[in-house]
Every structure is written in C-alpha cells, then in structure tokens.
C-alpha cells in the first residue's frame, strides 16, 4: 500500500442539556409543561435551522449539523469534510427538525454463499463473519447509490483484497525482508511495537506505522502499539480494509468508495492503492489480473462494472 501521510484530529465535544421539572398537582400541571414545550422548540428549530448542505474539503467543527442526501449528521468529531456515510467516528445520523431519515446499515450484498464462491481457497482467518461483524464501522460502504452500484462496489472492494492476499490466503506479508522498513521515525510517535513491526497486514496489507496510527485512531484501536491485532483478530482485520477503502485516496486522488460510487471506476480503485506501481504502465499484468477478479466477482453477484476499468 502506498505513503500516506495522515493527520487525524481526535476532537470531541460532547454536549448534554438537562431539564427540571417540579411536581406540582394535575390541575396546574398544564400550564408549565406548555411554557417546557415552547422553551424547547426554539433549540430544535435553531438546530434545523443552522444545518447547511454537506460539501467535500469544508472544515466540520465537532456539533456541526449537515445535510447530506436527504438525511441529517452531526459531526461527532472534527474533521475536513470527510463523506458523512463514511464513519461513525466522525458523523453521526442525526434526527433534526423531524427531517430526514437515518440511513440503517441493513444486510450486506454479499451473501455467505457468495463469498464462498469467490474465495474457496481462502485461509480460514478471513471469516464472512468478521467482515459482517466489521461493516458498522462504515455504514456507507455497499449503501450508496443504486442496486447495482452497492454490488459493484463489493465486488470491486473484495477484488482489491483478493489481489493483495492472493485470493484470501495470506494474513501477512510475504517478503520479510520488507519489515523493517515500514517504520517512519521522522514521525512524532515513533514505532514504539519495534522497527519490523508494521509490515503488511490483513486484506488490504496494512502498512507503515503512521497508517497504524491513523486507521486506530479512526476506529478507536490502539494499533500503533499492537499492529498484531490486525492478523490475530478478524474482524479489527476487515475493519482496517475498510478504513483504508472508504477514507483513503492513497496514491490517487480518491478512495477507493469515491471511485465506485461517484463513477470514476475501477482503475482509480487500483490507482489508491499502488499508484504509479501499477497504473500508468507500470504493470499492465496486475491491473489486468485485477480487473479479470472484479469482472468474475461482478458476475457472481449480478451487477455490471460500469467502465474505466484500467488506470
């Protein structure tokens, strides 16, 4: 997976009201709960009323309310205009005004059976199970968009992954004398589970300690000084994959999320995560290999892979 360098603001602002009401005989009681009512309305309005429409690159203090297809968000934590669907470490669905719906993560479009399919080779760690279990964390991931759409993105997201773990069968990193290498000390955190520590992991290959530092503060796990967790347990497994494929534009432009569900296709997937590696020449067999995957996976769950395909 290629350098990223990545800032996250762990900012949270949790803010609690609390009303006090005297018990007073049921004849009188009318007359303060109606004066309670008017008193909370305004707030509920205000609230509505400060709600603008979501835009990309824009700064969200934590409490901003936003708009965004339909429904309504607080931002939970600070952030620079990250996707409000993306996480509910820095979005949370939000009843405003009575307007909007909150979106529910529902099943995932990707039956056991189908994974099955696709991965009948894989190691027994890569359970269905833990990437279930591991969807929460990203509740717009195979939510966005059209039918079709949602099941083009699982399919290109487990063909990325396929690609890198050789079809769901290695954990790690195979070529060990890459480990030491992926300890950046210019970071002020350091590498404090070792030097050879944050070699490649799980389905999208984990790397660097400043991406385990970034994906644990997104997900509220302390990576950075247990990478491990991210081979020995499933579902954190899936969730950094996750992380990276809804958040992270690597060495493109745009994650790998933005690249299916906006429309800008397949290649730009590939383009997130080995960049010039692969894309622009630099191995027309592996785009290929992952293009040929998503194409079968695209079949196997009835969808069509829209175009762009290679980078």
């Known amino acids: 997976m290629f350098r990223q360098r990545i800032v996250t603001l762990l900012t949270a602002a949790l803010l609690a009201t609390g009303l006090t ?23 509920v309005a205000a609230s509505c009323a400060g709600a603008t429409d979501w835009r990309a690159g824009t700064w969200y203090p934590a409490g901003s309310i936003v708009r965004y297809n339909g429904s309504y968000y607080r931002a939970e934590h600070a952030n620079p205009g990250y ?63 059209s039918t079709e759409v949602q099941r083009r993105e699982a399919a290109a997201f487990l063909a990325n992954v396929s690609h890198e773990t050789g ?38 290959q984990l790397s660097w300690n400043y991406n385990y530092k970034a994906a644990g503060d997104a997900l509220g796990i302390d990576l950075l000084n247990n990478p491990w967790l991210v081979q020995n347990d499933a579902a954190v497994s899936w969730r950094t994959a996750l992380w990276f494929w809804n958040t992270q534009s690597g060495a493109g432009n745009m994650s790998g999320h933005q690249a299916i569900v906006g429309g800008a296709g397949f290649g730009e997937s590939i383009r997130s995560i080995n960049g010039s590696i692969e894309c622009n020449g630099g191995n027309p067999g592996q785009v290929q290999s992952r293009i040929n995957t998503f194409q079968r996976f695209s079949q196997i769950l009835g969808t069509t892979t829209g175009g762009n395909l290679y980078c």
């Not at 007073?24 to 707030?43: D, F, K, L, M």
């Not at 890459?178 to 589970?193: I, K, L, M, R």
């Open 21 to 43: 009401a005297a018990l007073v005989p049921a004849a009188t009681a009318a007359a303060p709960a109606e004066t309670e009512a008017a008193a909370v309305a305004p707030s």
């Open 83 to 145: 996707d409000p669907v993306i996480s509910h470490w820095y979005w949370h669905p939000h009843s405003c005004d009575g307007g909007g719906q909150n979106p529910s993560p529902g099943g995932f479009v990707v039956s056991e059976a189908q994974f099955n399919q696709m991965f009948p080779n894989r190691n027994s760690f890569y359970t269905y199970s833990g990437l279930v279990a591991a969807l929460s964390s990203y509740p717009g991931f195979t939510k966005t968009g």
């Open 167 to 204: 079809g769901l069968v290695h954990i790690v990193e195979q070529n060990t004398g890459n480990y030491s290498h992926y300890c950046d000390w210019g970071q002020p955190f350091g590498c404090p589970a070792g030097q050879s520590a944050y070699y490649g992991k799980g389905p999208i």
